[in-house]
Protein backbone atom coordinates (compact mmCIF):
# COMPACT_ATOMS: atom_id res chain seq x y z
CA UNK A 1 0.00 0.00 0.00
CA UNK A 2 1.25 3.51 -0.65
CA UNK A 3 0.32 6.32 1.12
CA UNK A 4 -0.36 9.71 -0.89
CA UNK A 5 1.43 12.48 0.08
CA UNK A 6 -0.44 15.51 -1.02
CA UNK A 7 1.50 17.74 1.46
CA UNK A 8 4.62 16.77 0.03
CA UNK A 9 3.33 17.04 -3.50
CA UNK A 10 1.80 20.46 -2.59
CA UNK A 11 5.23 21.79 -1.19
CA UNK A 12 6.91 20.30 -4.64
CA UNK A 13 4.24 22.43 -6.77
CA UNK A 14 4.81 25.34 -5.15
CA UNK A 15 8.11 25.75 -5.11
CA UNK A 16 7.55 24.90 -9.18
CA UNK A 17 5.56 27.94 -9.33
CA UNK A 18 8.12 30.35 -7.37
CA UNK A 19 10.63 29.15 -10.07
CA UNK A 20 8.40 30.23 -12.36
CA UNK A 21 7.14 33.37 -10.81
CA UNK A 22 10.81 34.51 -9.77
CA UNK A 23 11.38 34.30 -13.57
CA UNK A 24 8.23 36.13 -15.01
CA UNK A 25 9.54 38.66 -12.52
CA UNK A 26 12.86 38.94 -13.69
CA UNK A 27 11.74 39.35 -16.81
CA UNK A 28 10.03 42.23 -15.91
CA UNK A 29 6.51 40.81 -16.14
CA UNK A 30 3.92 41.10 -13.80
CA UNK A 31 3.97 39.01 -10.54
CA UNK A 32 0.12 37.21 -10.00
CA UNK A 33 -2.26 38.87 -8.25
CA UNK A 34 -5.01 36.69 -6.25
CA UNK A 35 -7.79 38.78 -4.11
CA UNK A 36 -10.13 36.94 -1.99
CA UNK A 37 -13.24 37.94 -0.54
CA UNK A 38 -14.43 36.43 2.84
CA UNK A 39 -17.83 37.16 4.35
CA UNK A 40 -18.42 36.10 8.29
CA UNK A 41 -16.12 34.52 11.03
CA UNK A 42 -17.29 30.62 9.71
CA UNK A 43 -14.24 28.10 11.45
CA UNK A 44 -13.66 26.30 8.51
CA UNK A 45 -13.46 29.53 5.64
CA UNK A 46 -11.22 31.31 8.60
CA UNK A 47 -8.53 28.14 8.34
CA UNK A 48 -8.97 27.64 4.01
CA UNK A 49 -8.04 31.25 3.55
CA UNK A 50 -5.41 31.73 6.15
CA UNK A 51 -3.53 28.86 3.99
CA UNK A 52 -4.24 30.77 0.78
CA UNK A 53 -2.63 33.69 1.60
CA UNK A 54 0.13 31.76 3.45
CA UNK A 55 0.60 29.63 -0.15
CA UNK A 56 0.58 32.76 -2.21
CA UNK A 57 3.34 34.06 -0.23
CA UNK A 58 5.24 30.89 -1.06
CA UNK A 59 4.28 30.90 -4.69
CA UNK A 60 5.74 34.55 -4.82
CA UNK A 61 2.51 36.15 -5.74
CA UNK A 62 0.57 39.31 -4.36
CA UNK A 63 -2.70 38.96 -2.15
CA UNK A 64 -5.14 40.60 -0.75
CA UNK A 65 -8.04 39.82 1.41
CA UNK A 66 -11.07 41.86 1.65
CA UNK A 67 -13.23 41.26 4.34
CA UNK A 68 -16.68 41.89 5.42
CA UNK A 69 -19.05 40.86 8.66
CA UNK A 70 -22.24 38.37 8.12
CA UNK A 71 -24.48 41.17 7.56
CA UNK A 72 -23.28 42.34 4.75
CA UNK A 73 -25.79 42.94 1.83
CA UNK A 74 -25.56 41.04 -1.35
CA UNK A 75 -25.76 44.35 -3.74
CA UNK A 76 -22.82 45.47 -1.30
CA UNK A 77 -20.99 42.11 -2.33
CA UNK A 78 -22.00 42.03 -5.98
CA UNK A 79 -20.57 46.08 -6.10
CA UNK A 80 -17.19 44.56 -4.84
CA UNK A 81 -17.39 41.46 -7.52
CA UNK A 82 -18.02 43.66 -10.22
CA UNK A 83 -15.00 46.48 -8.55
CA UNK A 84 -12.44 43.66 -9.14
CA UNK A 85 -13.49 42.18 -12.58
CA UNK A 86 -12.53 45.58 -13.35
CA UNK A 87 -9.26 45.88 -11.91
CA UNK A 88 -6.47 45.26 -14.03
CA UNK A 89 -3.78 44.91 -11.45
CA UNK A 90 -6.11 41.20 -10.09
CA UNK A 91 -5.46 38.97 -11.88
CA UNK A 92 -7.82 36.38 -10.52
CA UNK A 93 -9.97 36.51 -7.00
CA UNK A 94 -12.13 34.08 -5.00
CA UNK A 95 -15.16 34.59 -2.67
CA UNK A 96 -15.02 31.85 -0.19
CA UNK A 97 -18.12 29.86 0.43
CA UNK A 98 -20.07 28.87 2.11
CA UNK A 99 -21.71 32.49 2.24
CA UNK A 100 -24.76 33.50 4.64
CA UNK A 101 -28.26 32.46 3.83
CA UNK A 102 -29.32 35.91 2.51
CA UNK A 103 -27.16 35.89 0.10
CA UNK A 104 -27.71 33.98 -3.41
CA UNK A 105 -24.32 32.06 -4.01
CA UNK A 106 -24.80 31.53 -7.62
CA UNK A 107 -25.63 35.04 -8.45
CA UNK A 108 -22.18 35.66 -6.51
CA UNK A 109 -20.25 33.37 -8.83
CA UNK A 110 -22.14 34.39 -12.08
CA UNK A 111 -20.98 38.18 -11.49
CA UNK A 112 -17.70 37.07 -11.71
CA UNK A 113 -15.61 38.04 -14.40
CA UNK A 114 -15.36 33.93 -15.89
CA UNK A 115 -11.60 35.23 -16.82
CA UNK A 116 -10.86 35.78 -13.40
CA UNK A 117 -12.79 32.92 -11.88
CA UNK A 118 -9.87 31.02 -10.78
CA UNK A 119 -12.20 28.59 -8.66
CA UNK A 120 -13.16 26.90 -11.95
CA UNK A 121 -17.24 27.58 -10.63
CA UNK A 122 -18.33 29.95 -13.20
CA UNK A 123 -20.80 28.19 -15.86
CA UNK A 124 -18.43 29.34 -18.30
CA UNK A 125 -15.87 27.68 -16.75
CA UNK A 126 -17.88 24.48 -15.77
CA UNK A 127 -19.29 24.25 -19.68
CA UNK A 128 -15.61 24.49 -21.30
CA UNK A 129 -14.48 22.09 -18.67
CA UNK A 130 -17.02 19.35 -19.85
CA UNK A 131 -16.39 19.66 -23.27
CA UNK A 132 -12.38 19.41 -22.93
CA UNK A 133 -11.89 23.29 -23.61
CA UNK A 134 -9.15 24.95 -21.74
CA UNK A 135 -10.20 26.54 -18.67
CA UNK A 136 -9.76 27.52 -14.88
CA UNK A 137 -10.84 23.72 -13.25
CA UNK A 138 -12.25 23.76 -10.09
CA UNK A 139 -9.62 23.04 -7.07
CA UNK A 140 -10.22 20.12 -5.44
CA UNK A 141 -10.85 17.90 -8.62
CA UNK A 142 -7.46 19.76 -10.05
CA UNK A 143 -5.36 18.69 -7.26
CA UNK A 144 -6.77 14.93 -7.86
CA UNK A 145 -5.72 15.04 -11.01
CA UNK A 146 -2.45 16.16 -10.04
CA UNK A 147 -1.84 13.35 -7.66
CA UNK A 148 -2.88 10.75 -9.92
CA UNK A 149 -0.42 11.94 -12.23
CA UNK A 150 2.35 12.45 -10.05
CA UNK A 151 1.87 9.11 -8.07
CA UNK A 152 1.50 7.75 -12.02
CA UNK A 153 -1.63 5.97 -10.90
CA UNK A 154 -3.37 3.97 -14.31
CA UNK A 155 -6.49 5.55 -15.42
CA UNK A 156 -6.96 4.08 -18.61
CA UNK A 157 -9.96 1.43 -19.18
CA UNK A 158 -10.27 1.61 -15.35
CA UNK A 159 -13.23 1.29 -13.27
CA UNK A 160 -14.51 4.77 -11.20
CA UNK A 161 -16.98 5.43 -8.76
CA UNK A 162 -17.15 9.06 -7.70
CA UNK A 163 -19.39 9.00 -4.31
CA UNK A 164 -21.42 12.36 -4.34
CA UNK A 165 -22.52 14.66 -6.94
CA UNK A 166 -21.75 17.81 -5.55
CA UNK A 167 -21.50 20.90 -8.46
CA UNK A 168 -17.82 21.19 -5.95
CA UNK A 169 -16.24 17.93 -6.58
CA UNK A 170 -18.65 15.15 -7.85
CA UNK A 171 -19.77 16.25 -10.81
CA UNK A 172 -16.85 18.05 -12.49
CA UNK A 173 -14.13 14.86 -11.35
CA UNK A 174 -16.83 12.60 -12.94
CA UNK A 175 -16.35 14.46 -16.19
CA UNK A 176 -12.95 14.83 -16.03
CA UNK A 177 -12.00 11.17 -15.52
CA UNK A 178 -14.56 10.01 -18.18
CA UNK A 179 -12.44 12.62 -20.93
CA UNK A 180 -9.74 11.52 -23.50
CA UNK A 181 -6.96 12.42 -21.65
CA UNK A 182 -4.36 11.85 -18.25
CA UNK A 183 -5.97 11.03 -16.12
CA UNK A 184 -8.86 10.48 -17.90
CA UNK A 185 -10.56 7.66 -19.74
CA UNK A 186 -11.92 5.63 -17.34
CA UNK A 187 -15.59 4.10 -16.86
CA UNK A 188 -17.23 6.56 -14.75
CA UNK A 189 -20.28 5.85 -12.34
CA UNK A 190 -21.01 8.56 -9.87
CA UNK A 191 -23.39 7.17 -6.77
CA UNK A 192 -25.09 9.16 -4.11
CA UNK A 193 -27.98 9.46 -1.61
CA UNK A 194 -30.41 7.60 -3.53
CA UNK A 195 -28.13 5.11 -5.64
CA UNK A 196 -28.94 1.11 -5.11
CA UNK A 197 -26.35 -1.32 -4.70
CA UNK A 198 -23.60 1.78 -3.90
CA UNK A 199 -22.03 -1.33 -2.00
CA UNK A 200 -21.66 -3.88 -5.33
CA UNK A 201 -20.55 -0.63 -7.26
CA UNK A 202 -17.68 0.27 -4.65
CA UNK A 203 -16.43 -3.33 -4.55
CA UNK A 204 -15.89 -3.20 -8.36
CA UNK A 205 -14.39 -0.08 -8.51
CA UNK A 206 -10.59 0.04 -9.56
CA UNK A 207 -10.75 3.85 -8.43
CA UNK A 208 -13.15 5.08 -5.34
CA UNK A 209 -13.51 9.05 -5.19
CA UNK A 210 -15.19 9.42 -2.17
CA UNK A 211 -16.65 12.75 -2.00
CA UNK A 212 -19.84 12.54 0.41
CA UNK A 213 -19.01 14.46 3.52
CA UNK A 214 -20.03 11.61 5.75
CA UNK A 215 -17.49 10.21 7.87
CA UNK A 216 -16.29 6.66 7.68
CA UNK A 217 -18.49 6.26 5.04
CA UNK A 218 -16.20 4.00 2.75
CA UNK A 219 -15.88 0.32 4.95
CA UNK A 220 -13.67 -2.34 3.95
CA UNK A 221 -15.93 -5.03 2.86
CA UNK A 222 -17.06 -1.80 0.02
CA UNK A 223 -13.28 -2.12 -1.08
CA UNK A 224 -11.79 -4.57 -3.48
CA UNK A 225 -7.79 -5.80 -3.42
CA UNK A 226 -5.98 -3.54 -5.03
CA UNK A 227 -7.88 -0.43 -5.58
CA UNK A 228 -7.07 3.14 -5.07
CA UNK A 229 -9.05 5.15 -2.80
CA UNK A 230 -9.34 9.10 -3.23
CA UNK A 231 -10.98 10.53 0.17
CA UNK A 232 -12.19 14.05 -0.45
CA UNK A 233 -14.01 13.87 2.66
CA UNK A 234 -13.08 16.48 5.52
CA UNK A 235 -15.79 16.40 8.75
CA UNK A 236 -14.54 17.97 12.07
CA UNK A 237 -16.04 15.38 14.34
CA UNK A 238 -15.81 16.13 18.21
CA UNK A 239 -12.87 14.86 20.04
CA UNK A 240 -11.96 15.33 23.45
CA UNK A 241 -8.41 14.03 23.31
CA UNK A 242 -7.16 17.13 20.58
CA UNK A 243 -6.31 20.76 21.71
CA UNK A 244 -8.99 21.72 19.16
CA UNK A 245 -11.86 19.58 20.56
CA UNK A 246 -12.59 17.74 17.21
CA UNK A 247 -10.46 15.51 14.58
CA UNK A 248 -10.92 16.10 10.79
CA UNK A 249 -12.39 12.81 9.50
CA UNK A 250 -12.43 11.89 5.85
CA UNK A 251 -15.09 9.88 4.13
CA UNK A 252 -12.88 6.48 4.44
CA UNK A 253 -12.67 4.08 7.54
CA UNK A 254 -9.10 4.64 7.03
CA UNK A 255 -7.20 1.90 9.52
CA UNK A 256 -9.56 -0.70 8.13
CA UNK A 257 -9.57 0.05 4.47
CA UNK A 258 -6.27 1.23 3.94
CA UNK A 259 -4.76 -2.59 3.96
CA UNK A 260 -6.59 -3.44 1.11
CA UNK A 261 -5.48 -0.38 -1.37
CA UNK A 262 -2.49 -0.10 -3.78
CA UNK A 263 -2.74 3.84 -3.22
CA UNK A 264 -4.95 6.13 -0.44
CA UNK A 265 -4.84 9.38 0.46
CA UNK A 266 -5.23 10.11 4.54
CA UNK A 267 -6.94 12.74 6.04
CA UNK A 268 -5.39 15.34 6.98
CA UNK A 269 -2.36 15.56 4.52
CA UNK A 270 -4.00 14.21 1.52
CA UNK A 271 -6.59 15.86 -0.53
CA UNK A 272 -6.99 18.98 1.19
CA UNK A 273 -3.27 20.60 0.61
CA UNK A 274 -3.65 20.05 -3.02
CA UNK A 275 -6.87 21.97 -3.55
CA UNK A 276 -4.87 24.95 -2.17
CA UNK A 277 -1.98 24.77 -4.63
CA UNK A 278 -4.61 24.52 -7.42
CA UNK A 279 -5.51 27.52 -6.64
CA UNK A 280 -2.30 28.77 -6.94
CA UNK A 281 -2.04 26.89 -10.62
CA UNK A 282 -4.80 28.68 -11.83
CA UNK A 283 -3.66 31.61 -10.44
CA UNK A 284 -0.11 31.79 -12.18
CA UNK A 285 -2.17 30.85 -15.21
CA UNK A 286 -4.48 33.90 -14.96
CA UNK A 287 -1.41 35.88 -14.47
CA UNK A 288 -0.30 34.63 -17.72
CA UNK A 289 -3.44 35.22 -19.31
CA UNK A 290 -2.42 31.79 -20.69
CA UNK A 291 -6.21 30.76 -21.02
CA UNK A 292 -8.34 33.92 -21.38
CA UNK A 293 -5.87 36.48 -23.42
CA UNK A 294 -7.58 39.81 -22.14
CA UNK A 295 -10.16 40.73 -20.02
CA UNK A 296 -13.53 41.62 -21.87
CA UNK A 297 -14.76 44.87 -22.66
CA UNK A 298 -17.88 46.41 -21.07
CA UNK A 299 -20.79 46.72 -23.21
CA UNK A 300 -22.07 49.92 -24.00
CA UNK A 301 -24.76 49.53 -21.39
CA UNK A 302 -22.49 48.92 -18.90
CA UNK A 303 -20.67 51.94 -19.75
CA UNK A 304 -22.99 54.43 -19.38
Known amino acids: ?34 AAILVGHDGGSETYVAAKVKACEVCGFKSSLIRYESDV ?12 NEDADVDGF ?38 GLPCYVSATPNGILE ?16 LGRSNIVGKPMAALMMQKSYPGD ?24 AALGQPNFVKAEMVKE ?11 VPDASKKSGFKLTGDVKFD ?36 YKASPQPS ?5
Open 94 to 131: IVQLPLPKHISEQKVIETIDYRKDVDGFHPINVGRMSI
Open 1 to 34: MTLIDGKAISEQVKQEIAAEVAEIVARGGKRPHL
Open 300 to 304: PKERE
Open 256 to 291: EVAPKCSFITPVPGGVGPMTIVSLMKNTLLAGKKAI
Open 226 to 236: GAVVIDVGTTR
Open 147 to 162: LLKRYKIETSGKKCVV
Open 186 to 209: ATVTVCHSRSKDLVKECREADIII
Open 73 to 84: TEDELLAKVREL
